[in-house]
């Protein structure tokens, strides 16, 4: 009797669950792009040279002997703010993906518990009909 209506709860819990890590796998996939560029040494081609710089997260001007154009250029080629943006930009999905996957996962074992305590009350109706003396 409630079967169809169970299934469209389950299938609606289902694609809130599947939003909710595909945003999560988008979070994922930005923090570890943001984690590639602060951590990875890179290079930077300057008309013919090829200057090599340290991971910003290391780069310390005092100890590093770059020449400050060669600074200069590795900071220039990533810059925090642009990096702080990645980081911000993950934050959202992370969150929103979160709630969704939970939300998801809350209304499919509450429609089970619903629908198991509805069957079970369905059981006993029955069994009291059987249990019942045919005048």
Request: proline content about 6%; some cysteine.
């Amino acid at each position: 009797m409630q079967w169809p209506a169970r299934q469209e709860f389950d299938r609606w819990a289902g694609r809130q669950q599947s939003w909710g890590a595909g945003l999560m796998a988008l979070s994922a996939a930005l923090f570890l792009w943001l984690g590639y560029l602060l951590l990875i040494p890179f290079t930077v081609h300057h008309f013919q040279d090829e200057i090599s710089c340290e991971a910003p997260v290391f780069y310390d001007s005092e100890s590093t002997s770059y020449s400050q154009g060669a600074g200069k250029l590795c900071s220039a080629e990533r810059d925090w703010p642009e990096l702080l943006g990645i980081g911000f930009l993950a934050v959202p999905p992370a969150v929103a993906g979160a709630a969704l996957f939970t939300s998801g996962s809350a209304r499919k074992r509450a429609s089970s518990h619903v629908f198991r305590i509805l069957e079970m009350q369905e059981s006993e109706e029955r069994a009291r009909q059987k249990a019942r003396p045919k005048p």
